[in-house]
Each structure stands twice: as structure tokens, then as C-alpha cells.
């Protein structure tokens, strides 16, 4: 019997494929576990941006690339899962494992308020008013006593129990869990019968309708789901930097993450984590190739610096030109092309 058919339900449903998925993910934790300790300070600083990008990167993928509802107020709830966290383990005493998932739901909820009215809206209509509701955050943030406007706010060690996270390493291996636990919920949510209802909308709404599909609870539970995504990243996104500002949180930072998922590729839970990586990864090399020129070139090391943003938006217009469909479709192409080597179809 060819394995290349699956002829259960239980094997078109699995998590895991085959043995090629289940090995490759067996090597990955390997080496999460083994290779961290022999890293620097700086290098697991990267890779702790990246576990946090993940989580965020997912929330929104979720909203635009399976629901298709553009969102621009990604930046509001990360912004409101931080502030959460700060005010309620620095004014009211909570511990970091009453506010982590606090800060989630006060975002899922205020994602539930700006999901009503975006019912009536859709396309360029829905970006603006998603984008009104950030600038109204970040106006807030600004000018809320509580909050101590553009002064900021001190966030403690995230403390569980008797444990407090200090070292890089510790906050690597908190972070990489949290994001692995979040692929692992994103996967099971996209593989369900409302993450197939995501999709059905995202391709057609009309006949998603005519089918039976509830569009005002689906795209609801869209933004509850990718607002509650976004306050968790805040929330680990101030314990980890310790000093949070309401200009942390501007348009720049949804921007980010719409280049995250556009780039590693829409709808695509991988793309999403390729995405988080690159973007994540694109000022360090450029600081890294800056470094490298600094004694041979000091006047392009200056160039350099000077059109930093616009190398950076130069890797994404060449990644969307190579591939529309991000680095998943080139992933997707290399697996194609090994699964069927030497044979050129």
C-alpha cells in the first residue's frame, strides 16, 4: 500500500503528518535544548524578540491571513496587554501568573468591542477604523495619569512562584515554550471547525453565509482571538524590557508585523514564524554588516546607516517579488522539488 495516500480520518487529521514532520520537529527541540547554553547574551537577546514576534505575529495572521479582515490596530493591543501587566503587578501587587493571561483577555475583550462595528465594515473602510481605535490607545496611554504618559512605566521580573526570570537564557526558554505552545494553539484552532469557518469567510463571505456560517460570531471571535494573542505578547514584551512608553506601541510596530506575516506568507502558521524571524533579524545583520565595514569602508558603513529603513523595505519588496506567497511558497518549492528529484514534474 503507497504511503503517499492517507486512507484514515485519523491520519488526515494528525498534528504530524509523517515520520519526516515528527523527526525534524524532534531535531528542533534538540537543539533548542542543547545549543542556547554555549550562546551569548546578545545572540539570545535576538532569539527572545523572536519568541515574542512569534506570538505576535500569529494573532495577527490569524485576523488578515485566515479571517481576511485587515486590521490595523495590531500595535493598541500589544500596547494594552503591556500596560495591563504594569499596572496590575505595579499598582494592584498581582503576580505575573494572575496578570499573563489577564493581560490576554482585557485585550480579547476590548478586541470584542472594535469587532462589533467592524462588522459593517470591510476593506479600506475596516483598516481606518481599526486604525482610529489605536490612535485613540496611544492617545489615551499618552494622557492617562495611570499610565504616567510619555515618562513610562517600570514593569517588574516576570516571578513565578519562587522563580524569577533574570538571565537571558532563563527568558529564552520561557519565551521559546510560550511560543511553541502558541504554534501548537494556532495550528489546532486553524485545523477546527471555527478555524475552517475563518477561511471559508476570508475566500468568500456571501457563500460562507449561504452555507450556514454566522459571520457576526466568526469575525468576532477573529478579533477576540488575534486581540488575545497581541496582550499576551505585550505582556512578556514589558517584563522582558522592563520600561514600557506609549511609543513603543505606535503604527510602526503593526507595520512590523504586517511585514512578518506578509513576508513569511499569509494564512500560514510557518509564515509566520519565518516572517517573525527575518523581520526580527534584518536590523541586527544590517548592525552586523555595519560593524564588518566599519574600520576597512567608514563611508558606506555611514550609508549604511543612514538608508537603514529603506534596506529593510528593500528585503521585503524583493522577498514579495521572488515569491508572492513569502517564504513559505519558497519552502513549499524546495520541499516540492526534493519529494520529486530526480524527476523534473
Not at 483577555?105 to 482610529?132: D, E, S
Not at 469575525?219 to 505582556?235: D, E, M, Q
Request: hydrophobic share 50%; net charge positive.
Amino acid at each position: 500500500m503507497s504511503r503517499n495516500f492517507k486512507v484514515s480520518y485519523s491520519e488526515d487529521t494528525a498534528l504530524l503528518q509523517n515520520m519526516w514532520q515528527k523527526s525534524w520537529l524532534g531535531i528542533l527541540i534538540l537543539a533548542i535544548v542543547i545549543i542556547p547554553p554555549f550562546l551569548t547574551r546578545y545572540q539570545l537577546s535576538i532569539l527572545n524578540e523572536i519568541g515574542i514576534a512569534v506570538i505576535g505575529a500569529l494573532g495577527l495572521n490569524i485576523i488578515i491571513g485566515y479571517t481576511g479582515q485587515l486590521s490595523l490596530a495590531h500595535g493598541a493591543f500589544v500596547a494594552i496587554g503591556a500596560y495591563t501587566t504594569a499596572l496590575l503587578t505595579g499598582k494592584l501587587g498581582f503576580p505575573f501568573i494572575v496578570s499573563f493571561p489577564l493581560s490576554g483577555l482585557v485585550a480579547a475583550a476590548l478586541g470584542l468591542i472594535i469587532g462589533i462595528p467592524a462588522l459593517r465594515l470591510k476593506g479600506l473602510y475596516l483598516a481606518l477604523g481599526t486604525l482610529a481605535f489605536g490612535f485613540i490607545i496611544e492617545y489615551l496611554l499618552q494622557h492617562w495619569d495611570l499610565t504616567h504618559g510619555d515618562m513610562g512605566m517600570g514593569v517588574k521580573n516576570i516571578s513565578i512562584w519562587k522563580l524569577t526570570i533574570k538571565s537571558q537564557l532563563q527568558y529564552f526558554y520561557f519565551f521559546t515554550t510560550l511560543a511553541f505552545l502558541a504554534v501548537l494553539c494556532t495550528k489546532n484552532i486553524v485545523r477546527s471547525k471555527i478555524g475552517r469557518s475563518f477561511i471559508a469567510i476570508r475566500d468568500r463571505d456571501i457563500a460562507a453565509e449561504a452555507m450556514g456560517i454566522s459571520l457576526v460570531k466568526t469575525k468576532i471571535t477573529a478579533f477576540a482571538l488575534s486581540s488575545f494573542y497581541a496582550g499576551i505578547s505585550g505582556c512578556l514584551m514589558a517584563h522582558y524590557y522592563r520600561w514600557i512608553v506609549p511609543g513603543n506601541f505606535n503604527i510602526s510596530l503593526t507595520i512590523s508585523v504586517i511585514a512578518m506575516i506578509i513576508v513569511g506568507g499569509l494564512g500560514t502558521i510557518l509564515g509566520s514564524v519565518l516572517g517573525a524571524v527575518l523581520i526580527t533579524g534584518i536590523p541586527y545583520i544590517i548592525v552586523y554588516i555595519v560593524d564588518l565595514l566599519r574600520d576597512s569602508y567608514p563611508a558606506l558603513s555611514g550609508v549604511i546607516v543612514d538608508f537603514k529603513l529603506g534596506i529593510f523595505g528593500l528585503v521585503i519588496i524583493g522577498t514579495l517579488l521572488l515569491e508572492p506567497k513569502g517564504l513559505f511558497g519558497i519552502y513549499q518549492r524546495v520541499k516540492v522539488y526534493w519529494k520529486t528529484w530526480p524527476f523534473k514534474y
